[in-house]
């Protein structure tokens, strides 16, 4: 089969990885790709949320299967616009992709489908917004609508930093068009793990859970980043955590897509609070998360390529899928500055070595015109190591950082420990 895997970063290259052991895929591209990724695939010069060219491209080279791999095309309706042209598709239609891309969306249908969620309130304007904060005090949580980079989320502490934060989404714009609905609720506490699952549009399928690590320093300190790090499986997660999950959160969930008319093919993400009144949903994504794929593909045993091709044609149930035994861990080598401000086309040195030890995937890396891999963005590496327990895939993975360096080289040196 000929595949192509839309996208760029760390996420797209283990999907690549993995998707490259498989011996149905005989020719493998991406788009737009990275550094790394063309270790494994063909890059392709598309961007990823040029709908239009990637089916244009995907047309005329005859690819069999597309994998939609980032949020914003999936939204966009990438895979709607592909399954139009007569190619098989993997991730969720835009009806379906909604779930991600509008909190408001997703706050209605846990509420009317009574899956456990913080109780919230939805606002169109500024000054109901601020009178909702003052009447329930903090603290309280303010979230963009829409599509905001995983940034337009906002835990205040006190009401005045709360008020700041609608200000700034709904009179000055912060987000742009994301911020003219906010969603304000209750701040829940307790302790964070992912689910991300399979799904066909009937059937489920729970991945390993993971936990990953959002903020920029040690001991989770400093700005919110697209993740420092991750693990699985996530030792919270206890089985009888996994089996109520299930029952009031997975499994009413896609029960609750399709009976609205927006069956989910794909990956969805359940990012939960495991509070003391039970697991709740703090939100959904509509495809794999970045970077718990690295570790969570890296303990995958079953062909990729089947699964996805299950999730596709619906029949997910008729599939066996395997894990391995022991942990995985991934650790992030991030620019000097990320998030804020960084430099990129530093060389990176040590590849070759930290790769006979762990899989170093590739999230923003590029070849200048030496010829030399070169840094990229500002997740640039995610190294990861499976080992027979956590603590083991931890070391592992922390010793295959070191042979790497480049300037300002920066990383967090406790995930998977906090
Ligand atoms: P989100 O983009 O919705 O995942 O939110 C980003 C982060 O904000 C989450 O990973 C949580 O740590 C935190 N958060 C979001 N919603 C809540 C909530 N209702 N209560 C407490 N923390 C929250
Ligand atoms: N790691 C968080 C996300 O992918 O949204």
New binding site residues.
Partial sequence: MKVLVVGGGGREHAICWKLAQSPKVTELYCAPGNAGIAQVATCVPVKATDVENMVKWAKENAMDFVMVAPDDPLALGMVDALEAAGIPAFGPRANAAIIEAS?AFSKSLMKKYHIPT?KYETFTELDKALAYIQEQGAPI?V?ADGLAL?K??V?AQTVEEAQQAVREMMEDHKFGASGSTVVI?????GP?VTVLAFCDGEHLVPMLSSQDH?RAYDGNQGPNTGGMGAFCPSPKYTPEIAQRCTREIFLPTVEALKAEGRPFKGVIYF?L?LTQDGPKV??YNARFGDPETQPILSMLDTDLMDIFQACVDGTLDQVDIKWKQGAACCIVLASGGYPVAYEKGYPISGLEEAGKQAVVFHAGTARNEAGEIVTAGGRVLGVTAVGSNLEDAIAKAYAACKPITWQDMHFRTDIGKV
């Fill in positions: 909190k913080a949580v979230k995983g337009g989320v835990v609720e209750e701040c829940m506490v964070e959002k990012g609070m703090v939100e």
